[in-house]
């Protein structure tokens, strides 16, 4: 057995020798079906697939905080974390987390770096292991404590690699932390975002900088991503019934806070990755496609090859081979051309990865685990094979039937109809193939052309942004944050270069919200109270503080009333604005100027209250491009006192020159604060329609790949075609017909192919195009427009596929084409 498949394989590598250009264009054929899927097959398997670089990972979750609304608010409250540590019976261990944006001082110049607060039984629950020091212990997470671990990257960058680091201090927001201990290489969280270089303990949670209750007794305040580890034995199912019992009683005891809460239970990795996996799911089913077509040119050329071997096969089967050894050296044939392609193909995937991720814009979850590792090289393997099978078994059965007499007589004459009908058959089924592609790359790309003609609200052209934090224990109430960003702002509205300055947090489409209860005044406003009325804050809003100048910065419009002054004060009347929808929704005929609303938010200590409405604006996308805009409220800076905001400047000169004014001008007002994520406000904008972009990018590639492919089939199909008819054409030109009416023949052969293929493939769109509707925006995925545009390109490349060798018809010399016969 073993010797006849080693002779088998010596057998084929020696028959595709002899044809170097019919090995050579299948395998590139299959190489790009089977590169594309290993590439994207490498993808969804570090991403979706595999679990996370954590001991015993599939006992770790992930609990979510769900309002009684459609929305998941994901993010939990430390009181409710506490409440539900203590009071479950089914994890080992509950911790959370919730970023930072920390300043290392000291230095010569303030450097910006990420960081995460984490309680102190995440890092032993994600199994953090130290190479010097320890982990953070419950006294670490006390008011008062000034712990922090340090990252390998961290530890080696920053403070290179000293042996000494653990046990010493370093200096965060201008005061003194000991490092307590520095973890081993490649450790962090399974949250979405930029790796944490710095963990801090939860200390800062127990703390109140200004008076007010600290965050972690606020149950209302939602800011921290919460795991946990299941008990050995314990199932997902129970535990999220013992969490639903733990949340109802927390709703009875907290109504006002908790009334409309719930909690989920679901695997740690599937916040990290929910929104890549529709994405992923639609482009593996696209590579799929391709790979199908790709398998339908392999065996078309295949099968043309075996009507040249017809004589030979014969003449073996004459002299004794049986058809089963001629079907396994033919498939063995199609086996090594798989191998080779396959081989080809993971050097494509190699390449085609970093530029996948690359391409992605940083929206690809677990983007560092993504490798071609054994599991891939399997999976590349076993598609190889199954790939030479599925496109080498039919020609290999149907040329393993040979019939002497027509082989003699027919010397390669006009091929069997059956071949012929299964080469067209192949043809077709690429065209119909190609057509779901096409549509719906088209449907994409009509997509993000309607986002991109998409009002967002303001004008982001020349208007160039920076953060800045203001440490809460440097700037310890909000009216000492309030006066550090106003000096900022007015001193860069006279800086050379810039022509207007403001600030904002959170900047739209920043991929930051926050959202606020909000009431309106007793008789004010025609919306009907929603079931909830009794509540305090009954309905939501988006919520936004701002510096004077802002709207005209952004270049949002200003519909009514006015735009903040710096008249505005801490202790002056608490003012709002409001944006076109809330208006339009809660005030009769949309006049909200002078009514009267109440958010939930209040700086400090102090309750709630009503603010008049001195303005209304445009409404402005605030978190994506998508969906309709939603009420939101503007508050001045002054009367919110936000610790963290957005510097944005409208410039007359370049992006540098208006940094370089930022820096100078935070610089002057604190020395030991850093400028950090500078960028325009343009690149928001492009980052905002980057998962857009990217799924148009990779499907009409993938189109663009499959129509090529198509083509060259078609052309194939039709040419061959054309050399085994050479003597019924040359009679026909014999006898009077006109170049014309071959050019029509031949050319008509092939478009009933492309008119055959087209029909099955716009049913096939009009069945599969609910797999795009999840990526669609402002197109339907039926729209007659792009099916249209669809067959009309497929009916023009499959033209001009069938006039080359339709041409070469007609250059038929009649007398040679007889003579040859």
């Not at 973890?183 to 200390?203: C, E, H, I, K």
């Not at 509540?535 to 910065?553: D, I, K, L, M």
């Not at 006049?591 to 938010?601: D, M």
């Not at 000169?653 to 994520?677: K, N, Q």
Request: glycine letters at 10%.
């Amino acid at each position: 057995m073993i010797s006849r498949i080693a002779f088998d394989f010596r057998y084929a590598l020696r028959s595709l020798r002899k044809s170097p250009g019919f090995a050579a264009v299948a395998i590139a054929t299959l190489a790009l079906g089977i590169g594309a899927n290993t590439a994207i097959f490498s993808v969804v398997r570090s991403v979706l697939l595999k679990p996370l670089p954590y001991p015993d990972a599939d006992r770790i979750v992930a609990l979510r905080t769900v309002t009684g609304g459609l929305r998941e608010m994901g993010a939990v409250s430390f009181p409710d974390m506490t409440d539900w540590r203590a009071g479950n019976t089914v994890f080992e261990e509950v911790g959370g987390t919730y970023p930072m944006d920390l300043a290392v001082t000291g230095g010569p110049r303030p450097e910006h770096v990420e960081a995460a607060a984490v309680t102190a039984g995440l890092l032993p629950l994600l199994g953090a292991r130290t190479r010097a020091g320890r982990l953070f212990t419950p006294e670490d997470d006390r008011a008062g404590a000034r712990s922090v671990i340090l990252s390998d990257g961290f530890w080696r960058n920053v403070l290179g690699a000293r042996r000494d680091a653990a046990g010493s201090t370093i200096r965060l927001n201008g005061r003194a932390f000991t490092v307590v201990g520095i973890l081993a290489p490649g450790f962090r969280l399974p949250v979405d975002g930029p790796p944490a270089q710095l963990w801090l303990s939860a200390a800062f949670a127990h703390e109140s900088t200004d008076g007010s209750r600290p965050v972690a007794e606020v149950r209302g305040a939602h800011f921290i991503d919460v795991f946990a580890k299941l008990k050995k034995g314990v199932a997902l199912r129970r535990a999220q019934s013992e969490m639903d019992a733990i949340t109802a009683r927390l709703r009875n005891e907290y109504p006002d806070t908790n009334g409309k809460m719930s909690a989920r239970v679901v695997p740690a990795a599937e916040p990290l990755v929910r929104r890549a996996r529709p994405a992923l799911t639609m482009l593996l089913a696209a590579v799929g496609l391709v790979l199908l077509i790709a398998c339908a040119n392999a065996a078309n050329l295949v099968l043309a090859r075996a009507t040249t071997r017809r004589a030979e096969i014969t003449v073996r089967a004459a002299i004794g081979a049986s058809r089963g050894r001629i079907v396994s050296q033919l498939l063995t044939e199609s086996l090594v051309l798989a191998a080779a392609g396959g081989a080809a193909g993971v050097l494509l995937a190699a390449w085609g990865v970093p530029a996948l991720v690359a391409a992605s814009g940083g929206r690809v979850p677990r983007a560092s685990e993504i490798t071609l590792d054994g599991g891939v090289l399997l999976f590349a393997l076993g598609l190889s094979l199954a790939t030479g099978v599925v496109f080498g078994l039919a020609p290999a059965l149907a040329s393993a039937r040979p019939n002497l007499a027509d082989a003699l007589r027919e010397r390669g004459a006009t091929p069997a109809g059956r071949r012929h009908r299964v080469r067209s058959a192949l043809v077709a089924s690429e065209v119909a193939v190609a057509f779901v592609l096409l549509a719906g790359a088209g449907l994409l790309l009509r997509s993000l052309d309607r986002l991109l003609r998409v009002d967002p609200g303001f004008d982001a052209r020349r208007v160039f942004t920076a953060r800045v934090d203001l440490p809460g224990l440097r700037y310890p109430d909000p009216e000492r944050s309030a006066a550090a960003y106003a000096t900022v702002v007015d001193d860069l509205g006279k800086a050379p270069g810039i022509v207007s300055a403001s600030a904002v947090m959170p900047l739209p489409l920043s991929g930051f919200e926050n959202r606020v209860g909000f009431a309106l005044a007793p008789g004010a406003g025609v919306a009907p109270p929603p079931s909830s009325s009794s509540r305090p804050f009954p309905w939501e809003a988006g919520f936004t503080a701002v510096e004077p100048g802002y709207f005209r910065t952004m270049g949002t419009a200003l519909r009514a009333g006015r735009e903040f002054t710096r008249q505005d004060a801490p202790h002056a009347p608490p003012v709002a604005i409001v944006n076109e929808t809330l208006a339009r929704k809660f005030f009769p005929n949309g006049n909200a100027v002078g009514q009267r609303i109440r958010p939930s938010f209040s700086p400090g200590s102090e309750e709630p209250a009503f603010r008049e409405i001195v303005g209304t604006v445009a409404d402005v996308k605030l978190d994506g491009f998508r969906g309709e805009a939603t009420p939101a409220i503007y508050v001045p800076e002054a009367q919110a006192g936000f610790d963290s905001m957005w510097i944005v400047v409208k410039t007359a000169g370049d992006d540098a020159s208006a940094l370089a004014s930022i820096r100078r001008l935070v610089g002057r007002m604190d020395p030991e604060l850093p400028v950090y994520a500078p960028q325009p406000l343009s690149g928001y904008v492009s980052d905002s329609l980057s998962p857009e972009r990217f799924n148009s990018l990779l499907v009409g590639l993938f189109a663009f790949v499959a129509l090529a492919l198509t083509a060259i089939g078609l052309f194939g199909v039709i040419s061959y075609s054309v050399a085994q008819r050479t003597h019924e054409i040359g009679v026909r030109m014999a006898i009077g017909a006109r170049p014309g009416e071959v050019f029509r023949m031949v050319v008509g052969s092939g478009m009933r192919l492309i008119a055959l293929g087209g029909a099955a493939g716009l049913a096939g769109a009009l069945l599969l195009g609910k797999t795009f509707e999840g990526f669609l925006f402002g197109v339907g995925r039926h729209d007659p427009a792009t099916l249209a545009a669809v067959a009309v390109l497929l009916g023009i490349v499959g033209f001009f596929a069938c006039a080359i060798p339709a041409r070469r018809a007609v250059r038929i010399d009649p007398l040679s084409a007889l003579r040859d016969e």
